[in-house]
């Protein structure tokens, strides 16, 4: 299924954490804190707010670092994304 963000949004991959420390200690899942890296799968057009053209400055293949609560989760084809708008993405990745 491809997916198309509408305006000044993004659709996220979250980037999973390793599972061991770098002790060796393994962490169980329930142990881990939620990631807040992902990689860009789409991004949408920008948009119009205020008569000003909102462009959008991430793309395709970005890996970002996003606010903790921002975005809805979704789930296609049994995976899981992130749908976020570009003012909650603080930073790419390099």
């Known amino acids: 299924m491809k997916v198309r ?8 991959k979250e980037i999973e954490s390793e599972e061991t420390t770098k002790s060796g200690i393994v962490l169980p899942s329930s142990a881990k804190e939620k990631p807040y890296i992902a990689e860009v799968i789409e991004v949408g ?5 205020d008569g ?23 789930k296609l084809d049994g995976e ?8 909650d993405i603080l930073a790419v990745i390099e």
Do not use: C, H, N, S
């Open 5 to 12: 963000p509408l305006g000044a949004r993004a659709l996220l």
């Open 45 to 49: 057009p920008g948009e119009m707010k």
């Open 52 to 74: 000003k053209e909102i462009k959008m400055v991430i793309k395709k293949g970005d890996r970002v670092l996003f606010r903790k609560y921002a975005g809805t989760e979704v």
């Open 80 to 87: 899981e994304y992130l749908l976020i708008r570009q003012d």
